[in-house]
């Protein structure tokens, strides 16, 4: 069974710039999530899809992130315009029974 | 503000020894789940324990749960040099929403 699937692995963008991140969950599994993990501390949950319909986005900076999961498969995570911050490896996550997680191997996003 | 808090932050052991690292929380929680990150790489679920258990087992893991003192423990029996890694607790209390909060994270270190 293939594993969550994220791209690209690396990105290296200035402030102001924008970027987007692209998720596949694993087949068959409803519930998708977007993570942000900064260096030295635990994921923080952005948001959180069941099909494609938002389930949680409460800490998710609206001002400049974005996500949408189309169709209820595939989802993006844009930021526009990115801060240094912003800085971080941003995790996509699947689950079917909303108890345990998967996890892609995530993309490390670097503002310069 | 992240829910767990591991503790210690980091610890290094001889191959073969055993690894207990402890996670507190703070409000109450429908199960508690542990994660295992290697580094550059995305997290992997290892165990999960519901509010009604008190141990459960898996391989060379053990994890008990507290409700009333709110904290879980892991213990790594036998640990071996693949078993370097941060570990990360996870605790659901959302009751149905299914949303993971994680805590800092221990780095464990196996000296072969």
């Known amino acids: 069974e293939a594993g969550v699937a994220q791209s690209p692995r690396y990105k290296i963008i200035e402030k102001r710039q924008s970027v987007a991140f692209w998720c596949n969950p694993i087949?068959?599994?409803?519930?998708l999530y977007w993570y942000q993990q900064i260096l030295g501390q635990g994921p923080k949950l952005l948001i959180q899809?069941?099909?494609?319909?938002?389930?949680?986005d409460s800490q998710l900076p609206k001002d400049r992130f974005s996500a949408e999961r189309l169709k209820g498969v595939d989802s993006t995570l844009k930021i526009q315009p990115a801060k240094l911050e912003d800085s971080a490896v941003y995790l996509c996550a699947s689950s079917e029974t909303g108890e345990t997680q998967y996890f892609g191997p995530g993309t490390r996003l670097l503002v310069l | 503000s992240q829910q767990g808090e591991e503790d210690p932050q980091a610890l290094s052991i001889q191959e073969g020894e055993n690894a207990t690292m402890n996670c507190s929380y703070k409000?109450?929680?429908?199960?508690l789940q542990w994660y295992r990150q290697n580094s550059g790489r995305g997290l992997v679920h290892l165990i999960l324990?519901?509010?009604?258990?008190r141990e459960k087992h898996s391989g060379r893991l053990r994890v008990t749960l507290d409700t009333s003192k709110k904290s879980s423990s892991l213990l790594i029996t036998a640990s071996r040099a693949a078993d370097t890694a941060s570990y990360f607790c996870?605790?659901?209390?959302?009751?149905?929403?299914?949303?993971?909060?994680f805590g800092t994270g221990t780095r464990l270190t196996i000296i072969p």
């Open positions: 899809f069941q099909n494609n319909g938002v389930v949680d």
């Open positions: 324990i519901r509010s009604n258990e």
């Open positions: 409000t109450s929680i429908n199960n």
């Open positions: 996870a605790t659901d209390f959302n009751f149905g929403n299914e949303k993971l909060t």
């Open positions: 087949s068959g599994h409803a519930t």
